[in-house]
């Protein structure tokens, strides 16, 4: 059975630009989870939303996850829901002190190994985490780390429009 794609964006949603709207305009048959709140992010509301998804899949998923989409993925993991890859771009490190207060029940962020093949991407220099940490979180989850470079957040303030070696991870998860 072919698995449904899901993209899991990060706060505020990715806008029109994006890598991962790109991507899903280019393939019409993954599916985007939606949020109730984009600006304010509760992990209970943000789960619940994303678990729905998988639950509504027409087959196992692959999740595509950037920033605090991330962190929604790796809340949902131990539910056992049928998940069977994740891309997880640019995890914000939401257990800094001055991470921004519009997220709520994000920490403490889980530290289990994820049980379905995963690839965490990080840049060198993105302001929400630095490589070590996201180095660190690919570490506990059993994650394949994937470090780009000096690319900031990995979205369209950082220059990225389609990111065809992004997608190019996610063709290698879902060949898995």
């Known amino acids: 059975m072919t698995p449904t794609v899901l993209i899991v964006p990060g706060w505020g949603d990715s806008g029109p630009g994006h ?28 789960t619940d939303a994303l678990a729905d998804a998988i639950r509504e899949a027409s087959g196992p998923a692959v999740l595509v996850a950037h920033s605090l989409g991330c962190h929604a993925v790796a809340h949902v993991a131990p539910l056992g829901l049928p998940i069977t890859g994740a891309l997880l771009v640019a995890p914000p490190d939401v257990e800094r002190i001055d991470f921004p207060p519009v997220v709520e029940g994000f920490v403490p962020v889980p530290r289990a190994r994820l049980p379905f093949a995963s690839v965490v991407v990080a ?54």
């Open 123 to 176: 840049s060198a220099d993105d302001m929400f985490c630095d490589v070590a940490t996201s180095h660190a979180l690919a570490d506990a989850w059993g994650s394949r780390f994937v470090n780009i470079g000096p690319m900031g957040h990995i979205n369209t303030d950082a220059g990225f429009g389609p990111w065809p070696e992004g997608e190019a991870l996610l063709i290698e998860l879902l060949r898995r």
């Open 19 to 46: 890598w991962q709207t790109l991507w899903q305009t280019a393939h019409p048959e993954f599916r985007r989870v939606k949020q109730r709140d984009w600006e304010y992010a509760v992990r209970a509301t943000w």
